[in-house]
C-alpha cells in the first residue's frame, strides 16, 4: 500500500506561486494515476488536478486551468503541483492522492495548508 506525504505549503500573497511536492513510500508510483485534490473550510473536497501514470496526460478543474500544473517524476517517486498567479479562493488544505483509477483516487496523504491573502 502507497504511503503520501506532502509537503510545500504556506502563506502567500495573491498573486505569487508554490509548489508542493508528494513523496510516495511503501510502492513504486508508476503503478498508480496521480492526483491533488483540496479543501476549504466548509467545503467539499475537490480534485483540481490529475496525472496519469507516465505522465503524458493531465486533467485540471476550470478553477485552476492555466494557473496550475502537474507533473511527476516515477524515478524519484515525487508528484509536483505548480502553482502561480494563486488567488485567496486557492486557501484550502491541498492533498495528494493516488489510485488504480485517476477518478478513484484512493489513497490519501495528510495534507498541506495553503493561504493565500489578499
Known amino acids: 500500500q502507497v504511503q503520501l506525504e506532502e509537503s510545500g505549503g504556506g502563506s502567500v500573497q495573491a498573486g505569487e506561486a508554490l509548489r508542493l511536492s508528494c513523496v510516495a513510500s511503501g510502492a513504486t508510483l508508476r503503478s498508480y494515476n496521480m492526483g491533488w485534490l483540496r479543501q476549504a473550510p466548509g467545503k467539499e473536497r475537490e480534485i483540481v488536478a490529475r496525472?496519469?501514470?507516465?505522465?503524458?496526460?493531465?486533467l485540471y478543474s476550470e478553477a485552476v486551468k492555466g494557473r496550475f500544473t502537474i507533473s511527476r517524476d516515477n524515478a524519484k517517486n515525487t508528484v509536483t503541483l505548480q502553482m502561480n498567479n494563486l488567488k485567496p479562493e486557492d486557501t484550502a488544505t491541498y492533498y495528494c492522492?493516488?489510485?488504480?483509477?485517476?477518478?478513484?483516487?484512493?489513497?490519501w496523504g495528510r495534507g498541506t495548508q495553503v493561504t493565500v491573502s489578499s
Open positions: 492522492a493516488a489510485g488504480e483509477s485517476a477518478f478513484n483516487l484512493t489513497y
Open positions: 496525472i496519469g501514470r507516465l505522465g503524458l496526460t493531465t
